[in-house]
């Protein structure tokens, strides 16, 4: 079992970067593959990207690709998200979560196995 923390959230305007943090802890944070995703109000949990156990693979969704980046330090058991020109539809909670499957290509969120609390990314305009 692994248990997952976002921090980083924040109010900024369009335009601006941000990076939310995602910490785990419990067992080892290398044997899961990683996702990133985030619920707008009144909307359905989407997908934003995922990352392979050790990093070198990451999977975007098309509407955040060449903004977004996912990395992962498997030394400090921390998964990232840098976002850059963000955009007011961008605004949402934001969460990680943990796949202990096979294919860490995943989109789906019956895959992932564990979840974060959600950290809010507000972007004005």
């Known amino acids: 079992q692994v248990q997952l923390v976002e921090s980083g959230g924040g109010y900024v305007q369009a335009g601006d970067s941000l990076r939310l943090s995602c910490s785990a802890s419990?067992?080892?944070?290398?044997?899961?593959?990683m996702g990133w995703f985030r619920q707008a109000p009144g909307k359905e949990r989407e997908f934003v990207g995922s990352?392979?156990?050790?990093?070198?693979?990451?999977y975007y969704v098309d509407s955040v690709k060449g903004r977004f980046t996912i990395s992962r330090d498997n030394a400090k058991n921390t998964l990232y998200l840098q976002m850059n020109s963000l955009k007011p539809d961008d605004t949402a909670v934001y969460y990680c979560?943990?796949?202990?499957?096979?294919?860490?290509?995943?989109?789906?969120?019956?895959?992932?196995?564990?979840w974060g609390q959600g950290t809010q990314v507000t972007v004005s305009s």
């Open positions: 419990g067992r080892a944070f290398s044997s899961y593959a």
């Open positions: 979560a943990a796949s202990g499957g096979v294919n860490w290509q995943q989109s789906q969120r019956s895959y992932y196995d564990y």
């Open positions: 990352i392979n156990w050790s990093g070198g693979g990451t």
